[in-house]
T-cell receptor
Framework: TQLLEQSPQFLSIQEGENLTVYCNSS?????LQWYRQEPGEGPVLLVT?????EVKKLKRLTFQFGDARKDSSLHITAAQPGDTGLYLC???????????FGSGTRLLVRP | GAVVSQHPSRVICKSGTSVKIECRSL??????MFWYRQFPKQSLMLMAT?????????EQGVEKDKFLINHASLTLSTLTVTSAHPEDSSFYIC????????????FGPGTRLTVT
């Protein structure tokens, strides 16, 4: 069974601080996606990484895929209250289009 | 990205009844849709893969006779929870894959099911 573990599970920080969320597995993934989910809504796709070592930036968010395609990180610079939400990583299984979701990181950014 | 709708957004039903949830791909034809379940404070768990014109593929531990999936057209998949029980209360979310970047999934807004 392929598992994706995220850390930390919960993070409460002050506006303006930086943070990093980690997504780790012992399995290799064909691709990895990061989503953000608001309460009572479906997840919204933030980014997809496909190549080992790939780095993608989305404004204040920086995503990195590990060289071995087993892990990923999300770094947020100067967090804002609007960044509050549940961040989920999801790995694609064997190029099957099926996704295995991580356990999630709940982020709270206090004004 | 793709635009996905779900109906209803919320439903309350009595134990023993059946409930149908619709998932529609509004701006493209989806040959593959996915159904997930999410319990409070937890992550998404894949229930089944819905393929247009063929039988759905269920994940281990998901009862296919309890969670009936029909993908009769390229824009609509339905999930019917049969003989619902309180433990079936959850947030049900569908997703679709799109075109060349088929590993990316776009999610509907979810359906909150409460079984009393």
């Amino acid at each position: 069974t392929q598992l994706l573990e995220q850390s930390p599970q919960f993070l409460s920080i002050q506006e303006g601080e930086n943070l990093t969320v980690y997504c780790n597995s012992s399995s290799v993934f064909s691709s990895l996606q990061w989503y953000r989910q608001e309460p009572g809504e479906g997840p919204v796709l933030l980014v997809t990484v496909v190549t080992g070592g790939e780095v993608k930036k989305l404004k204040r968010l920086t995503f990195q895929f590990g060289d071995a395609r087993k892990d990923s990180s999300l770094h947020i610079t100067a967090a804002q209250p609007g960044d509050t939400g549940l961040y989920l990583c999801a790995g694609e299984v064997d190029s099957s289009y099926k996704l295995i979701f991580g356990s999630g990181t709940r982020l709270l950014v206090r004004p | 990205g793709a635009v996905v709708s779900q109906h209803p957004s919320r439903v309350i039903c009595k134990s023993g009844t059946s409930v149908k949830i619709e998932c529609r791909s509004l701006d493209f034809q989806a040959t593959t849709m996915f159904w997930y379940r999410q319990f409070p404070k937890q992550s998404l768990m894949l229930m089944a893969t819905s393929n247009e014109g063929s039988k759905a593929t269920y994940e281990q531990g998901v009862e296919k006779d309890k969670f009936l999936i029909n993908h009769a057209s390229l824009t609509l998949s339905t999930l019917t929870v049969t003989s619902a029980h309180p433990e079936d209360s959850s947030f049900y979310i569908c997703s679709v894959t799109q075109g060349a970047t088929r590993y990316e999934q776009y999610f509907g807004p979810g359906t909150r099911l409460t079984v009393t």
